[in-house]
């Protein structure tokens, strides 16, 4: 019960903070204004973007497989990506709770240990938190001028990055405690396996840890590779394709969009549910430094915000449906094939 009030409260905050924003960006605007303006909108790329949207994370689930099958496990590729469509479903209840759904479905699914699975996933966080660094870079570099005006004109951002770099101190200390902690328990981790509380903890980081050096194994890594750009790429295309839907957005080209992508993917990790307000007020931002009308830039995020977070609500509400019925099928048949082979 007590769990269950806890975990109330925490959605309850995260949603109320995404509202507040959204509301804080949408406060003034005229809703006849924005429904009249719907009718500009050029839906059929908005419906591409959509199929952009699935397809990336078909690919997802795809490289995913590479690193359970690095550990020797054969899941179903159908499973990978009902597990990937839950996970942003999830999120969209609570941020971050979309790992720990995965990592169960994997489980119950495909029979890998909670924390093998758990490994996989946060390995592939950490690459595509390389991916996003990386992109970010190129974004800075590339169209400097417009992220410093971005950062000047949010005086709350300007902050929140001045506050990053002066705690450094601070980062590199709890870096340097974890570091001492993981030589010491790897140190003194033989003598305290007597124990079987730490013999039980010994076999989760085992599982742990190879779920997270699960890429040094991959077979074919180049394919590895070619999946995670694949999956950046659409991301990427998600965004720009919806350019073209709106007439106000003709003169914007990729290097806009790529500013936009950056602005928006960090929007996206915000501690809200799936975004909600950070998302398009970090979009809207960015377009109004390029010229856009605040109103444009206003109905161009509530668009590309709301088909994303529309397919993810269909696809994961197919993915629960698909899940029991395609692995109650896959019993059927192994029971058949089985009883057919005695």
């Known amino acids: 019960m007590k769990k269950k009030i806890i975990n109330s409260l925490k959605f309850l905050v995260f949603i109320s903070l995404g509202i507040f924003i959204f509301w804080k960006v949408y406060k003034g605007q ?4 924005l429904w009249s303006s719907l009718h500009e909108v050029n839906f059929l790329w908005v419906y591409v973007s959509i199929f952009f949207g699935i397809f990336s994370h078909l690919a997802r689930s795809a490289r995913w497989l590479l690193l359970a099958r690095s550990l020797g496990y054969r899941p179903s590729p159908y499973n990978s990506f009902f597990a990937v469509m839950m996970t942003y479903f999830a999120n969209l ?3 971050r ?4 759904t995965r990592c169960a479905i994997i489980k119950q699914y495909e029979k890998i240990p909670l924390s093998t699975a758990l490994g996989t996933i946060i390995t592939e966080r950490l690459i595509d938190l390389i991916m996003l660094a990386g992109i970010t870079l190129i ?9 410093e005006l971005f950062v ?8 929140n990055v001045k506050s990053l770099f002066d705690s450094g101190i601070i980062i590199g200390a709890i870096v340097v405690s974890g570091v001492v902690a993981i030589v010491l328990y790897f140190t003194y981790r033989n003598r305290l396996n007597k124990f079987s509380l730490v013999r039980k903890f010994n076999e989760k980081v085992t599982a742990l840890k190879d779920g997270l050096l699960s890429v040094r194994n991959v077979e074919n890594k180049w394919l590895f590779g070619v999946y995670t ?3 950046w790429i659409f991301y990427f295309g998600m965004l720009y394709i919806c350019f073209f839907s709106f007439p106000f957005m003709d003169s914007l080209g990729p290097l806009a ?3 936009l992508f950056v602005l928006g993917s960090y929007g996206m990790v915000a501690p809200v549910q799936g975004g909600i307000g950070a998302y398009h007020f970090m979009v809207i931002s960015g377009l109004v430094i ?7 830039a206003r109905l161009f995020a509530l668009i590309a915000w709301g088909s994303q977070t529309i397919m993810i609500i269909g696809m994961g509400i197919l993915s629960y449906v698909a899940l029991p019925i395609y692995n109650g099928y896959l019993a059927k048949k192994n029971k058949l094939e089985t009883d057919v082979v005695n």
């Open 30 to 33: 005229d809703v006849n204004e």
């Open 93 to 95: 209840a609570f941020p």
């Open 97 to 100: 709770m979309g790992e720990v």
């Open 139 to 147: 974004a800075v570099g590339v169209q400097f001028n417009v992220f």
């Open 152 to 159: 000047t004109e949010n005086p709350a951002i300007s902050a």
């Open 229 to 231: 750009l694949t999956i």
């Open 257 to 259: 969009a790529l500013v």
């Open 290 to 296: 390029y010229g856009v009308a605040d109103s444009d």
